[in-house]
């Protein structure tokens, strides 16, 4: 028995990788090393470079491992790109995630769980936003997860196949243990940003729009650390193992931080301080996104065991700092 995890050279999946081996699992990673990294993935795992969509590939893999869970993080996610090139992300996360799918079914492979994105609900109604919210994506990103969502809850309608649907909140930090972390070249997400500038990889940084109706002007999110997001799906994981049905669950705290705030919070952790430039709103930003983690909390278990602003932020830094110096070495 072992695990098949797409997307585990990747920031996220990597991170899964670890935290499926730390608890004795076999685990086997399908990557095309598109934005992943082959030094990311552990050697205790089998690293297959291939596509998702390789259906002879996937099935092979799947009866030779005996695999009996796929959980599924390959995929495109940088919102604006998917604004730009619609097709590219429909075939990268909704027409491909399809063929893994069918090879799950075809393979009589029991459990699938997949990433899926808070940016399925746009701009939310209600705060803190719960799974019954309206889906109603404002990007091809979002529209192309949540159609995937779709294939799953209709296959395993019609086959033996249970899913478990996490819809991630601002994913952020490190592994406690810097075995792996954030290492997309050109990075856009905020705690990322700004531990670059608070270790001088960057002269400062924007603020994308001060004038929100929040109380300093500046957006707010629910940021999770990566290592609390990896326990989730090993929880759910062992849900699906246990016999439960298939379920959509946000994964997120129920805080949110303004952009200042985490700026704040990067500046006092580290005691660095660096430039700041106020300015427009970025193309596509809702205001305001924070889950309601309660169905994850009373279904999985899940107990988050960073939840904890500063403490994300402390280890995004401390990744930063270990990637500066493995880098000069390599110069
Ligand atoms: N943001 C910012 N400066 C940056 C990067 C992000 O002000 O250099 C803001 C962005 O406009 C948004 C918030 O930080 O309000 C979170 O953005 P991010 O890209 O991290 O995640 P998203 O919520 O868009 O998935």
Same mark, same amino acid.
């Given at each position: 028995m072992a695990v098949l995890v797409t997307g585990g050279a990747g920031y996220i999946g990597s991170h899964m990788v670890w935290r499926m081996l730390d608890q004795g699992e076999d685990v086997v990673v399908l990557d095309r090393?598109? &934005? =992943?990294?082959?030094?990311?993935?552990?050697?205790?795992?089998?690293?297959?470079?291939?596509?998702?969509?390789?259906q002879a590939l996937v099935e092979e893999t799947i009866a030779r491992r005996g695999i009996d869970a796929i959980i599924h993080f390959a995929g495109s996610i940088v919102v604006p790109d998917s604004v730009a090139d619609p097709l590219g992300y429909y075939l990268n996360n909704t027409v491909k995630s399809r063929a893994l799918i069918e090879s799950a079914v075809r393979c009589g492979v029991p459990h699938f769980i997949?990433?899926?994105?808070?940016?399925?609900?746009?701009t939310p109604e209600t705060s803190p936003v719960a799974e019954g919210a309206a889906l109603q994506p404002e990007s091809p990103y979002g529209t192309s997860k949540l159609m995937t969502e779709i294939m799953l809850r209709d296959a395993a309608a019609a086959h033996d196949l249970a899913y478990t649907v996490l819809r991630y909140f601002n994913v952020a930090g490190a592994d406690p243990g810097l075995r &792996? =972390?954030?290492?997309?070249?050109?990075?856009?997400?905020?705690?990322?940003?700004a531990a670059e500038a608070a270790t001088g990889k960057?002269?400062?940084?924007?603020?994308?729009?001060?004038?929100?109706?929040?109380?300093d002007g500046t957006c707010i999110r629910d940021y999770i650390h990566v290592s609390d997001l990896a326990d989730a799906h090993a929880a759910a994981l062992a849900r699906l193992r246990a016999g439960g049905a298939s379920i959509t669950a946000n994964c997120g705290y129920g805080k949110g931080y303004s952009v200042l705030e985490v700026i704040d919070a990067v500046k006092r952790v580290t005691g660095r301080d660096f430039e700041i430039r106020l300015g427009e709103r970025r193309a596509g930003d809702a205001v305001s996104i924070v889950a309601d983690p309660a169905l994850a909390k009373a279904e999985f278990g899940w107990r988050p065991r960073f939840d904890d602003l500063d403490t994300i932020v402390s280890h995004a830094v401390r990744w930063e700092e270990h990637l500066r110096v493995a880098n000069s070495g390599k110069a």
């Open positions: 090393l598109s &934005t =992943g990294f082959d030094w990311a993935v552990p050697a205790e795992a089998e690293l297959i470079l291939g596509d998702i969509a390789d997949f990433s899926s994105t808070a940016a399925v609900y746009g &792996t =972390g954030q290492s997309t070249k050109g990075a856009t997400h905020l705690i990322k940003v960057r002269a400062g940084m924007d603020v994308f729009g001060t004038d929100y109706p929040t109380p």
